[in-house]
């Protein structure tokens, strides 16, 4: 299993010093989130020479590996030409991955929850052009549920990845979207065991039930949006001992697959960079303790 950190929160340091940041927190692996620089938010990858030179000099000089690339782009429509503008994305960043020597490339769904049908539709249309492009580069996509998405179900996303019948394309649990995933009943026990064979990657972090009442007040009332957080271990109400539990029940750490190698474990904590010094360290050592026994 790759215990990977997410550099979202320290995005602003230049790569050299980002790589060098997380090996100083004892990781091995980076989970390289979306990066001005390199894999941004919706548009085009930016990568150049210079980039990909960088980065691979610093992964050098400190051992570390990238796990596993995210991308995020609007391949779900239900605009036909933004549609194909993410394919066309899409298919540069693979280029990257497999310049990099990234096995893997985790992703949301990016659709709109006010036209699901369309944005299934145009999904299913990205990843017939894709999928054999994915298949041929010998790269593993893991696919998750975001809130504000067409679909935020656990188990309904779980059925689209299995529905394509690719070892190419896997599930990714990302714990802090839990009480969407179920509408807030926050069962990642039975979520988990739903994803079963198909759960090739699990984001780490804490959030807030948002489905209680005033937990969150958002005005004006009925605002089209959704609110999570991912916050440390403790600091919201995601049951971290059920979710261990299970994750050692289905031998998660143990688990490699025929694309992509490994399972992967990233910890995925936004929004307050100065607890990173401690929390940085301490979600390893837990996830360390829970899952590999040191």
């Known amino acids: 299993m790759k215990i990977a950190f997410d550099v979202d929160v320290i995005k602003e340091m230049s790569i050299t010093d980002m790589v060098r940041q997380v090996a100083e927190w004892g990781y091995g692996y980076i989970e390289q989130s979306p990066h001005p620089r390199i894999n941004p938010f919706y548009k085009h990858p930016r990568a150049g020479r210079d980039v990909i030179t960088e980065y691979k000099r610093a992964l050098k000089e400190t051992g570390v590996e990238i796990s596993s690339f995210i991308v995020v782009y609007r391949w779900s429509g239900p605009d036909e030409s933004r549609r194909q503008a993410a394919v066309k994305n899409w298919k540069r960043m693979i280029e990257i991955a497999v310049e990099m020597g990234v096995p893997v490339i985790n992703t949301e769904l990016s659709g709109t929850p006010n036209e699901p049908e369309i944005c299934d539709e145009m999904w299913y249309r990205s990843m017939e052009e894709l999928l054999p492009i994915i298949e041929r580069e010998g790269i593993r996509v893991e696919i998750q549920s975001h809130p ?81 957080q991912h916050v440390g271990i403790g600091e919201g109400e995601i049951n971290f001992d059920a979710l261990f539990q299970t994750l050692r029940d289905i031998n998660f750490a143990d688990r490699t697959f025929n694309v992509g190698g490994e399972a992967i474990i990233a910890t995925s904590l936004f929004g307050y960079p100065e607890k990173m010094q401690r929390q940085a360290v301490e979600t390893r050592e837990r996830i360390e303790r829970e899952l590999l026994k040191k």
């Open 148 to 228: 504000w998405d067409f679909c935020e179900l656990n188990n309904e996303t779980v059925d689209l990845v299995s529905s394509l019948r690719s070892d190419h394309v896997k599930y990714l649990y990302s714990v802090p979207h839990s009480f969407y995933y179920d509408r807030g009943v926050g069962d990642v026990s039975g979520m988990l065991n739903y994803a079963g064979k198909e759960l090739s990657h699990v984001l780490i972090a804490d959030t807030m039930n948002h489905t209680r009442n005033c937990r969150y007040i958002v005005n004006p009332p009925g605002v089209d949006a959704t609110i999570h």
